[in-house]
């Protein structure tokens, strides 16, 4: 699986931002979703996850309520919705997947089979 993270960009707080990351291949609804970032000088930190199905969403908890992750297996894409975004939100934004077994989500990077070259959000105060 080869896996294309777009859509970063300069923004200041309080706006908003949608991350695509599309999938090749034709197994996408295989594997779950995951969503990690990396911020200067700090290791790579988990922000949100998705199931196979979508049925089932996982966030780190200073995105909770900002942040929506979502996918459409049709287009083997997996979106993440970025709302009210925070100077502290600025890092290089990954997608990885996960060739998971069930319909569920985790958020060790470890778990995770395939990742993105990244996608650079900034957030300006």
């Known amino acids: 699986v080869q896996l294309q993270a777009s859509g970063g960009g300069l923004v200041q707080a309080g706006d908003s931002l949608r991350l695509s990351c599309a999938a090749s291949?034709?197994?996408?609804?295989?594997?779950?979703m995951g969503w990690f970032r990396r911020a200067p000088g700090k290791e790579r930190e988990f922000v949100a996850a998705?199931?196979?199905?979508?049925?089932?969403?996982n966030y780190i908890d200073s995105v909770k309520g900002r942040f929506t992750v979502s996918r459409d297996n049709a287009k083997n894409t997996v979106y993440l919705q970025m709302n009210s975004l925070k100077p502290e939100d600025t890092a290089l934004y990954y997608c990885?997947?996960?060739?998971?077994?069930?319909?569920?989500?985790?958020?060790?990077?470890?778990?995770?089979?395939?990742w993105g070259q990244g996608t650079q959000v900034t957030v300006s105060s």
């Open positions: 990885a997947a996960d060739r998971s077994y069930d319909d569920s989500t985790h958020r060790s990077a470890g778990g995770y089979d395939y």
């Open positions: 291949g034709r197994t996408f609804s295989r594997y779950a």
């Open positions: 998705i199931s196979r199905s979508g049925g089932y969403t």
